[in-house]
């Protein structure tokens, strides 16, 4: 019974916690502008995801070491540097979205304008991550996270043609006004931002901070192969009703509150409210993800000691790298930039970012040395090769589309 | 001296943005695409942010912080196109999409100052205004796409 409960809290927390500022607004944006037809790279992503989570939170289970350990170990300090670089400052670029994110959630919810709220909210980061137990912080954002299941219903609530999102979703039918190389940028965007490499980090390196074991493999996995997929139908919906109410109306994304419209033509203010908690949750809780990630991937490579399991004192300099990256986070944020536009650039330098996360967690749940019989079989070879060829592709083809449409806009 | 020539050129360049830009036929006609979507954008989220608050179904704080983030996008994009030169062939379609960003920051202001007010009354009549500028802004899209 406590082992079934344990797997429920796995899944539902990784559904909640499955969709983070960059989710909520590429998704959105995607809906009011291509309606469902890119809903297949948001599946594209999602096996992505669960594909290589699964191989890393693997490689920690059995060989009990964090993945960027490995990783300089296995492949050399420079191989290791390279990885560590792109992959960290996406990361750091994505918690200073987040954090932004909380202070738009809030300014929802209060009008009270959002750059007032960014030292208030960096500080809170700080604080949770500083004092609250992994746990607590895994399972409480995770959980509210789900708030966000109110674009479901809120779909539902809107009575859409069924037959017509279904047609346009397995289609991929693009709607005639807009160009193809808008349409490949934002397939990028979608996927860097479903495929993002803090959630490895964070997953794997969880890992440690819950003392995985190879017993721990088939939780693990219903977390990955249940919650993830879910988390992605999530995301679904977000585009969903943006594409069911926004689309017709011409109104492009832009904003958060613009994402929120639908839920408050479906479902009136109870709805509305609801879906501010998720916004708030999601990015309170991919904030505490991607900050520890940052810290985490600093301090394992560098063989610092790291974690929440350990007392603050024991891992200063851990802790000292997540105080100043968001002390970074708001300075960046208190120049005015616009926190959605942080967030769009976020997932596509993930996109860019990609390769250099995920091929060294292939090569390391190849090595029988560190794997020994949980070594990758045909099925992850395979899904793992293929989508090395994909985010290979989506990482060169991301900074020429760009440039091409004008981040989007055209 | 090719430090100099190098400084010169750099000064040069950064100078350029400060000036308005000229820019071609097509150049002209992208960005007022461009603009005439984003106008119709923020006009269209505001007249439905009116209409679910007429309808009891916003909440206060949401509309006007979503109101300040449409008026504020629509003071950009509008000082963004009004700074441009035309080109003399454009100078109507210039006329023309300028007056209708400049209705679409009016309109948005007073719906502003109206949900400010909690002024309920006057929601229903913004709306409609909204919507006749918001097909105004869809035609002249439609005309430039």
Not at chain 1, 294 to 311: E, P
Not at chain 1, 360 to 366: F, T
């Amino acid at each position: 019974m406590k082992k079934l409960f344990a797997v429920a809290l796995g899944i539902l927390t990784a559904i909640g916690g499955f969709v983070d500022i960059g989710d909520l607004v590429t998704n959105a944006t995607v809906g009011s502008r291509f309606g469902l037809s890119l809903a297949w790279v948001v599946v594209l992503g999602v096996v992505g995801i669960a594909v290589f989570a699964e191989m890393s939170g693997r490689v920690v289970a059995v060989s009990g070491r964090p993945t960027f350990d490995i990783v300089r170990e296995r492949l050399g300090p420079r191989v290791g540097l390279v990885n560590l670089f792109g992959s960290m400052a996406v990361t750091l670029l994505t918690y200073t979205a987040e954090i932004g994110g909380i202070a738009l959630a809030l300014e929802l919810g209060t009008s009270v304008w959002s750059y007032f709220w960014i030292p208030f909210t960096a500080a809170a980061v700080w604080v949770v991550l500083w004092r609250a137990k992994f746990n607590l912080l895994e399972n409480a954002f995770g959980l509210l996270g789900l708030a966000l299941l109110v674009f479901g219903v809120a779909l539902w609530q809107l009575g859409p043609d069924w037959g017509q999102l279904w047609h346009t979703a397995s289609t991929a039918a693009k709607p005639s006004p807009e160009p193809w190389p808008t349409y490949w940028y934002y397939a990028v965007a979608l996927f860097g931002a479903a495929m993002t490499p803090y959630e490895v980090f964070f997953f794997s390196s969880g890992g440690i901070e819950e003392k995985w074991s190879p017993a721990s493999i088939p939780t693990m996995r219903s977390n990955v192969l249940i919650g993830f997929p879910l988390g992605g139908t999530l995301s679904i919906s977000i585009a969903a009703c943006a594409a069911v109410v926004l689309l017709p109306a011409g109104i492009e994304v832009e904003s958060l509150g613009q994402v929120a419209l639908p839920v408050a033509v479906a479902l009136g203010q109870l709805g509305l409210a609801v879906a501010i908690l998720g916004f708030f949750a999601a990015t309170f809780g991919a904030a505490c993800a991607t900050g520890l990630s940052v810290g985490y991937s600093i301090a394992q490579y560098l063989g610092w000691t790291w974690g929440k399991s350990v007392r603050p004192r024991d891992a200063a300099r851990f802790h000292a790298v997540v105080l100043l990256s968001t002390l970074l986070a708001a300075l960046v944020l208190l120049t005015t930039i616009d926190p959605i536009l942080v967030t769009e650039f976020s997932v596509v330098f993930s996109a860019i970012a990609l390769p250099l996360t995920y091929l060294p967690i292939l090569i390391v749940a190849n090595d029988p040395s560190y794997m020994g019989r949980h070594k990758n079989g045909a099925l992850a070879n395979t899904l793992g090769s293929i989508y090395l060829v994909i985010v290979l592709a989506a990482s060169l083809a991301a900074i020429p589309l760009m440039i091409w449409t004008k981040v989007g806009t055209t | 001296m090719k430090v100099g020539t190098s400084g010169l050129v750099a000064l040069l360049v950064l100078l350029s943005g400060c000036v308005p830009s000229n820019p071609d036929t097509d150049t002209f006609d992208d960005k007022s695409l461009r603009t005439a979507g984003a106008a119709l954008s923020q006009t269209r989220t505001v007249s439905g942010l009116l209409q679910t608050s007429y309808d009891g179904r916003m909440l206060r704080p949401t509309a006007l912080a979503q109101l300040r983030y449409s008026e504020d996008s629509l003071d950009t994009a509008t000082g963004a196109f009004t700074e441009l030169n035309p080109p003399s062939a454009r100078d109507a379609q210039y006329t023309r999409l300028s007056t209708l960003l400049g209705e679409a920051g009016d309109l948005v202001a007073e719906a502003r100052i109206a949900v400010e007010r909690s002024e309920e009354a006057r929601y229903p009549r913004l709306v409609d205004r909204l919507d006749a500028l918001a097909s105004k802004l869809e035609r002249l899209e439609g005309r430039l796409r």
